[in-house]
Nanobody, 122 residues
Framework: QVQLVESGGGLVQAGGSLRLSCAASGRTFRLYTLGWFRQAPGREREFVAAINWTGNNTYYADSVKGRFTISRDNAKNTVYLQMDSLEPEDTAVYYC???????????????WGQGTQVTVSS
C-alpha cells in the first residue's frame, strides 16, 4: 500500500506564499516521480508540477512557472511545493501524486494524496 499525506494548505492574501508538503509511505519502490495537481470546483484536475528522483529534472505548468518551486527530500520521502506570488486563480484543492515516470504521472493514473485546500484572497 502507498499513502501520500499532504499538509501546508490554508488561506493567504494575493501576493503571499505557502509551502505544501507531501510525505509518502508504504510501498513506494519504483515511484520515482512525485508531483502536484490541483482542482478547483467545477473544473478538471490539472497538472501543476513534477520532479524526478534526483531532483534535477522539474516540470511546471505554464500558469505557475516562475512562481512555484517543487523540491524533494528523499531521506524523508517528501515532496514540497513552494508557492510564491499567489493569485486568486491559484485557489484549488492541491493533490500530491506519485508514479514511476513523468509520462504516467501526467496521465492522472496515480497514487493520490487526500488533498489540501489552498485559498488565495484578492
Amino acid at each position: 500500500q502507498v499513502q501520500l499525506v499532504e499538509s501546508g494548505g490554508g488561506l493567504v492574501q494575493a501576493g503571499g506564499s505557502l509551502r505544501l508538503s507531501c510525505a509518502a509511505s508504504g510501498r513506494t519502490f519504483r515511484l520515482y516521480t512525485l508531483g502536484w495537481f490541483r482542482q478547483a470546483p467545477g473544473r478538471e484536475r490539472e497538472f501543476v508540477a513534477a520532479i524526478n528522483w534526483t531532483g534535477n529534472n522539474t516540470y511546471y505548468a505554464d500558469s505557475v512557472k516562475g512562481r512555484f518551486t517543487i523540491s524533494r527530500d528523499n531521506a524523508k520521502n517528501t515532496v514540497y511545493l513552494q508557492m510564491d506570488s499567489l493569485e486568486p486563480e491559484d485557489t484549488a484543492v492541491y493533490y500530491c501524486a506519485a508514479q514511476r515516470s513523468i509520462e504516467l504521472l501526467r496521465s492522472l493514473r496515480n497514487y493520490w494524496g487526500q488533498g489540501t485546500q489552498v485559498t488565495v484572497s484578492s
